[in-house]
């Protein structure tokens, strides 16, 4: 069932309450000597600190009051079962390698989904104080330059693309492979931005993001920010990208179609 308009800014200022009760809960404990880091995995390294798990209790407990009937599928704390068919995506803190290495380009991730994919998202990020939102006819970030509408660019030609990856590795080889296929041919590739690259792509900034390996929570909210702001977001078959797994976010049309062809001649080959 579509959602009315009052639902909708309903939806918006919640998000935004989510954005707001997170920034306190990551910021207390960056780049402080008293920062512990657990690893999730016996086999490699997934960090994980307990401002990601603080943030992540602060936004279920304003669900909890303002919104109690939608689903919340959160990185730490897993999934809770709503009745409204909306369910919230939470990533407390994207990128948490770069947060424990003082780094500013991790986020906290908000979108708020029904069954077909993300409808509203937040890309925001504490340190920095800017905030990246997109959906519901809104697509604006605003930070210490005050406000501005988000656009995603026109460059049409990989000669002259800006393409954006966190990984080196990006993930198996043959990912790697066919991320690499696509780099070879454009003019700039760089490394390590996490979910701030697709917040530089809905801003204009940069024209390809290229992931693989993510999950729900990695890609949600940079999908409905992107799409917002004029650019797409699938995976590398061209299909929907918001249960995650490999991701290309691109500008504009043409340039998305240009990486896509390469990606899948990479990965077929």
């Known amino acids: 069932m579509p959602l009315d308009n009052t639902t909708k800014a309903d939806l918006i200022r919640v998000a935004h309450m989510l954005a707001d009760v997170a920034r306190p809960e990551t910021l207390r404990l960056f780049r402080q ?3 512990s880091t657990d690893n999730k995995l016996d086999d490699g390294f ?4 307990e401002a990601d798990r603080a943030a992540e209790r602060a936004m279920r407990a304003v669900l909890a009051a303002e919104r109690p009937d939608d689903s919340i599928l959160g990185e730490e704390f897993g999934h809770h079962q709503g009745t409204t068919g909306l369910t919230w995506v939470l990533d407390p803190i994207d990128g948490t390698r770069g947060y424990i290495s003082g780094t500013p380009t991790w986020g906290v991730l908000i979108s ?9 998202g937040v890309i925001d990020q504490p340190y920095i104080g800017e905030r990246f939102i997109g959906g519901f006819g809104q697509a604006h970030m605003t ?3 005050g406000q501005q509408v988000l656009k995603s660019g026109v460059v049409t030609d990989l000669a002259v693309a800006t393409v954006l990856t966190t990984f080196p590795e990006v993930g198996t080889e043959v990912e790697m492979r066919a991320f690499q296929a696509v780099a070879g041919r454009a003019l700039l590739t ?7 690259g697709y ?18 929570y990695d890609i949600q909210a940079p999908i ?13 078959a ?3 990208a918001h249960q995650g797994g490999r991701a290309l976010a691109a500008a504009n049309p043409t340039i998305h179609s240009a990486a896509l062809t390469i990606l899948r001649d990479a990965v077929d080959g």
Do not use: K
Not at 46 to 49: L, W
Not at 112 to 120: I, K, Q, R, S
Not at 202 to 210: C, P, W
């Open 224 to 236: 409905a920010v992107i799409t917002a702001a004029g650019g797409i977001v699938t995976d590398w």
């Open 199 to 216: 917040a530089l792509l809905a801003a204009g900034q940069v024209d390809l993001v290229i992931e693989a390996g993510l999950n729900p």
């Open 33 to 35: 000597s008293t920062l």
């Open 112 to 120: 708020v989904a029904d069954a077909n994919g993300p409808l509203f």
């Open 46 to 49: 997934d960090p994980v600190t």
């Open 143 to 145: 930070g210490p330059c």
């Open 238 to 240: 061209g299909g929907p």
């Open 190 to 196: 760089r490394y390590g931005m996490d979910c701030y």
